[in-house]
């Protein structure tokens, strides 16, 4: 069983900064593939981005394109998203997310068995 936990979240204001951390531990095998999801008040939630362990294919949605940044960095378990250039919409609860086979695409989250509790993002005008 895998557990992830999210870190890193706080208040901005628009074309600032967030570094979130995603620590992932347990047994993960090296085809694990690990995404950030969002959720606003009153929205589903959606797909961030994803990114296939040990130095493997990145996905993003159209709207962060640009801005944000998935990485692995280094050989420990921990994912990072880079956000700049951040606007109000970007506001929600940011969770993170792990499954035990490669993503292909942004997948949905009905693919991934490993969440996190979640970590604010709030994004001021």
């Known amino acids: 069983q895998v557990q992830v936990e999210e870190s890193g979240g706080g208040s901005v204001q628009a074309g600032g900064s967030l570094r979130l951390s995603c620590a992932a531990s347990?047994?993960?095998?090296?085809?694990?593939?690990m995404a950030w999801f969002r959720q606003a008040p009153g929205k589903e939630r959606e797909g961030v981005a994803a990114?296939?362990?040990?130095?493997?294919?990145?996905y993003y949605a159209d709207s962060v394109k640009g801005r944000f940044t998935i990485s692995q960095e280094g050989a420990e378990l921990t994912v990072y998203l880079h956000m700049n250039s951040l606007k109000p919409e970007d506001t929600a609860m940011y969770y993170c997310a792990a499954r035990s086979f490669n993503c292909f695409a942004l997948l949905r989250d009905s693919s991934f068995k490993s969440w996190g509790r979640g970590t604010q993002a709030t994004v001021s005008s």
């Open positions: 347990g047994y993960i095998n090296s085809k694990a593939c």
């Open positions: 990114i296939n362990l040990g130095g493997g294919s990145t």
